[in-house]
C-alpha cells in the first residue's frame, strides 16, 4: 500500500512516449564527440524530460561492443573500444541519474548481433570476457553508480544473461558490489528457478510482445509473479531471496519515483536543443578533404543529391524509434546556412519511402516516379554547373540496416547508391560525400572524392549540426 509504480521507458536517445521529444545524436556518434562533459549534460537534460513526463527509468546507455560491423543495432551502441564505451557510460548514467531518474545500462552482457540473438549461446573465455565485454559495464556501476542494468537475450555458458549466475551474481552483484536491481529484457525471463536464483529482480514482457497483446493475466504468470509465490509457500524458495529482490526495487523507488526532493522538470527546451545542436557538430567527423574542398565558400549554386537529405531518421530502427517535437533535415540545414547560395535538390535514388514505424509516422510524402536510371542523369545534369556537389546517403533505419531485430546483410551501401556517386565524380570534381549512419561502410569511391564526412543520426538537430560542420 503506498507504493507507486515505476514506469520505464526506451532510449537511449529520446523518451519513447507517444508525446513529441526532443532527440539526442545516437551512441555511435556521442563517442566520437570525445565531450564527456556535454554528454552527461545532454542525459541530464533527458533526465529532467522524463520527469516531467512522469517517467523513472530509461532503458539505456546502449553499451554493447562493436564486434560485428554488421550488427543492426551497432548505431545505439558507443565504439568497439571497451575505454571509450565505459567512460560514455559513465558520464549518461551521471547525467540522467542527476535528475533524479535511472539510468539502466543494456544489453549485459556479450550481445553483439541481432540475428539468433534469442537462441546464441556466446562463447567466450575468461580473459576475452574481462577485457573486452565486461569492462564497460564496470565502468557504468563502479564510475557511474547505476541504479539498474539490464540482462541481454543472449546466453553465456549456457545460461541466459537475464538469468545468469555468473554474470549477474559472481560478477555484478558479487565482484562489483552493484546494489541496483536487474531488469529483464522484454521476454528475456525463461523460468521460475534461474529467475529467482540467478540474480534477475525486475521481470518485463514474459507472454507479452510488450507492445500490443498479451495474456489477459499475463502478469501472473510472470516466473517472478505467481510461480515464484508458489515456490515460496512450498518451500523452494526462502524469504530471504524474496527480501533481497524486494530491498533493490525499493531502493530503485527511493531513489526515483520516491525521492521526496525530486524537482520539476521541463521538456525540450530551447537550453536542450541548442546542446544537441552542439555536440552534434562535434560528433561528425571529417575523413577526406583533399584540396582543401571543405569549408564551402563563395558558392553560388549548391546541390544536393540523397535521400537521406530529406528522410527523417527518428521513426524506425526498433525500440529506438522516437515521436520527436522537430527534426530538422540536411537539406533545410543547408539551405538555411547558406542562404545566399542557390540550393538544389535531386534524389539521386530511392531507398525507403515508407515512415512508418509502430504507430508512428512521419507524414513524409517520399514517393517517386522516376526511374533509377532517370534519377542520375536529373543529378548529373543539376550537378555540371554547381560549384558544390554535396551527396547525401548512408544507410537508414529500416530493416537489415540500422534497426533492432535484424543485422545488416552487406557492408556496401544500399540503393545502388555507389553508382550514383560515381556519376557524380564524373560530372563535377567539387564533390563532398555526406554518410549518413551509425556504422561503417565501403567506400570503393573513396580515391575519387575529395571530401567525405562521416554525419551519423544526429537527432533533432540533425541539419543544423551537418550545416555548422560544412
Known amino acids: 500500500k503506498g ?13 519513447r512516449l507517444r508525446a513529441t521529444c526532443s532527440l539526442l545524436p545516437s551512441g555511435t556518434a556521442l563517442a566520437c ?51 571509450v564505451t565505459g567512460k560514455l557510460a559513465a558520464a549518461v548514467v551521471q547525467g540522467l541519474q542527476s535528475a533524479p531518474v535511472s539510468a539502466c545500462p543494456k544489453h549485459f552482457a556479450c550481445n553483439n548481433q541481432e540475428y539468433n540473438r534469442f537462441t546464441t549461446n556466446v562463447t567466450v573465455d575468461d580473459r576475452t570476457l574481462y577485457e573486452i565485454y565486461l569492462p564497460a559495464f564496470k565502468a557504468a556501476v563502479t564510475e557511474g553508480k547505476a541504479w539498474a542494468i539490464m540482462g541481454s537475450y543472449n546466453l553465456y555458458k549456457n545460461q541466459w544473461c537475464c538469468q545468469n549466475q555468473y554474470t549477474l551474481n559472481d560478477i555484478l552483484k558479487g565482484e562489483w558490489g552493484f546494489d541496483g536491481v536487474v531488469i529483464s529484457d522484454w521476454g528475456g525471463a525463461h523460468d521460475t528457478e534461474q529467475a ?172 517517386e516516379s522516376r526511374s533509377a536510371k532517370k534519377l542520375i542523369s536529373d543529378a548529373v545534369a543539376a550537378a555540371k554547373d554547381a560549384d558544390y556537389v554535396i551527396f ?44 549518413i549512419s551509425g556504422n561503417a561502410v565501403a567506400m570503393p569511391w573513396a580515391d575519387k572524392v575529395p571530401g567525405i564526412v562521416q554525419d551519423w543520426y544526429l537527432g533533432s538537430e540533425a541539419g543544423h549540426s551537418l550545416a555548422d560542420v560544412l
Not at 39 to 45: I, K, R, T
Open 3 to 15: 507504493i507507486p509504480p515505476v514506469i520505464t521507458t526506451d532510449g537511449p536517445s529520446g523518451i
Open 33 to 83: 564527440s570525445w565531450n564527456l562533459p556535454l554528454v552527461q549534460d545532454l542525459y541530464a537534460a533527458m533526465g529532467r524530460e522524463m520527469v516531467d513526463k512522469g517517467t523513472d527509468v530509461l532503458l539505456a546507455p546502449g553499451m554493447n561492443i562493436h564486434r560485428n560491423p554488421l550488427c543492426g543495432r551497432n548505431f545505439e551502441y558507443f565504439s568497439e573500444d571497451p575505454l
Open 196 to 367: 529467482v536464483n540467478n540474480g534477475l529482480d525486475m521481470e518485463f514482457g514474459t507472454f507479452t510482445n510488450g507492445l500490443s497483446w498479451s495474456l489477459s493475466n499475463a502478469y501472473a504468470n510472470y516466473y517472478l509473479s505467481d510461480p515464484f509465490l508458489k515456490g515460496i509457500n512450498e518451500g523452494k524458495y526462502t524469504m530471504d531471496v524474496l527480501d533481497n529482490k524486494v530491498r533493490r526495487v525499493l531502493r530503485l523507488m527511493f531513489r526515483t519515483v520516491m525521492d521526496r526532493n525530486r524537482p520539476f522538470g521541463s521538456f525540450v527546451s530551447p537550453e536542450h536543443i541548442a546542446a544537441a545542436r552542439k555536440i552534434g557538430a562535434e560528433s561528425i567527423v571529417l575523413l577526406r578533404n583533399d584540396g582543401g574542398i571543405l569549408p564551402i565558400k563563395n558558392a553560388r549554386k549548391i546541390l544536393v543529391v540523397g535521400e537521406n537529405a530529406v528522410k527523417m531518421m527518428t521513426v524506425g530502427g526498433g525500440s529506438s524509434s522516437l515521436k520527436v517535437k522537430n527534426e530538422v533535415s540536411p537539406l533545410d540545414g543547408i539551405r538555411e546556412r547558406f542562404a545566399d547560395a542557390k540550393v538544389v535538390y535531386e534524389r539521386g535514388y530511392v531507398g525507403d519511402a515508407s515512415g512508418q514505424f509502430d504507430g508512428v509516422t512521419t507524414g513524409q510524402d517520399l514517393s
Open 392 to 435: 547525401i546517403g548512408g544507410l537508414n533505419k529500416s530493416d537489415h540496416q540500422d534497426s533492432e531485430g535484424n543485422d545488416r546483410e552487406s557492408y556496401d551501401l544500399p540503393y545502388s547508391q555507389n553508382a550514383v556517386i560515381e556519376a557524380l565524380t564524373a560530372a563535377n570534381p567539387k564533390l563532398v560525400v555526406v554518410n
